[in-house]
């Protein structure tokens, strides 16, 4: 079965609301998932399973990996900042951090505050159009 746009939203709506007990009227695409929802690191492991089951695929990889986390090269590492080169690496799923790092430095651990509802919208709607 081929879900459109607004079914996976909908799918996904579900899961946060369920995992992070929101009512859905909180919840829109450009929620933040730290800052806006209150999400933490467990919330976010939990509601990756969650998709994982709702959509039977396997949404968090390495590919993902890739694109949502920092260089982990030494240099980068000792970085206060994240790079430009992270920065556009990142920007497709993540395009605040972009117009953010336009405005000021973007300090590396702060990163994951950038992820919203439409990143994880852009992360299931890429792996079921690869199945």
Known sequence: ?????????????????????LPPGRINRDSRLITDLGMDSLDFLDIMFSLESVFKTKIKDREFDRVLRPDKSQAALQAEYLTDTEIERMSNIL????????????????????VTVDTLMKMVCLKLQTQ
């Not at 079965?1 to 992070?20: G, H, R, Y």
């Open 1 to 21: 079965m081929i879900l459109n746009e607004q079914e996976i939203e909908k799918k996904i709506v579900d899961v946060l609301c369920s995992s992070l007990a």
């Open 95 to 114: 395009p605040d951090l972009k117009e953010a790092s336009q405005k000021k430095k973007i300090p590396r651990n702060s990163f994951f505050s950038f």
